[in-house]
């Protein structure tokens, strides 16, 4: 980063929305460094060794909402309380399934409307 300058630096004690483990496990305590830059990264760090942990940059935010936040449920007001995710991951599980029977019903019976009647020429 040698045109950015260090913008601020954060010690997380506790998981937030852009630094959690829900579906693996993430370290604490880790420093947040933020820089000027124009891709405005963020470095965390473990605050016991100093090893770099991951570099997030604002794409990599925007991602974190639309594939973990949309595609895995990881809003921070479900991780908080797993049976709740557990709950909305079911219903949202069962509701596809119930979308794609329908899909394979409504598939059949076209195809057996179009299908020509035994004994005729088609």
Same mark, same amino acid.
């Given at each position: 980063?040698?045109?950015? #300058?260090?913008?601020? &630096?954060?010690?997380?004690?506790?998981?937030?929305?852009?630094?959690?483990?829900? #579906?693996?496990?993430?370290? *604490?305590p880790?420093? !947040?460094?933020?820089?000027?830059?124009? &891709?405005?990264?963020?470095?965390h760090? %473990? &605050?016991?060794?100093?090893?770099? *942990?991951?570099? +997030? %940059?604002?794409?990599?935010?925007? #991602?974190?909402?639309?594939?973990a936040?949309? #595609? !895995?449920? %990881?809003?921070?007001? *479900?991780? @908080?309380?797993?049976?709740?995710?557990?709950?909305?991951?079911?219903? +949202?599980?069962?509701?596809?399934?119930?979308?794609?029977?329908?899909?394979?019903?409504? @598939?059949?019976?076209?195809?057996?409307?179009?299908?020509?009647?035994?004994?005729?020429? @088609?």
């Open positions: 980063m040698p045109d950015a #300058h260090l913008a601020r &630096a954060e010690r997380l004690a506790a998981y937030d929305a852009y630094w959690y483990a829900h #579906h693996d496990t993430k370290p *604490l880790v420093l !947040r460094l933020v820089f000027d830059d124009p &891709a405005a990264t963020w470095f760090v %473990d &605050a016991a060794t100093g090893e770099l *942990l991951d570099r +997030l %940059d604002r794409s990599g935010r925007i #991602h974190r909402w639309l594939f936040g949309l #595609h !895995r449920l %990881d809003f921070p007001v *479900l991780i @908080g309380h797993r049976p709740t995710w557990d709950l909305a991951q079911w219903l +949202l599980d069962g509701l596809g399934l119930v979308v794609a029977l329908t899909g394979v019903v409504m @598939g059949w019976r076209r195809l057996r409307r179009l299908r020509p009647a035994a004994g005729t020429r @088609g």
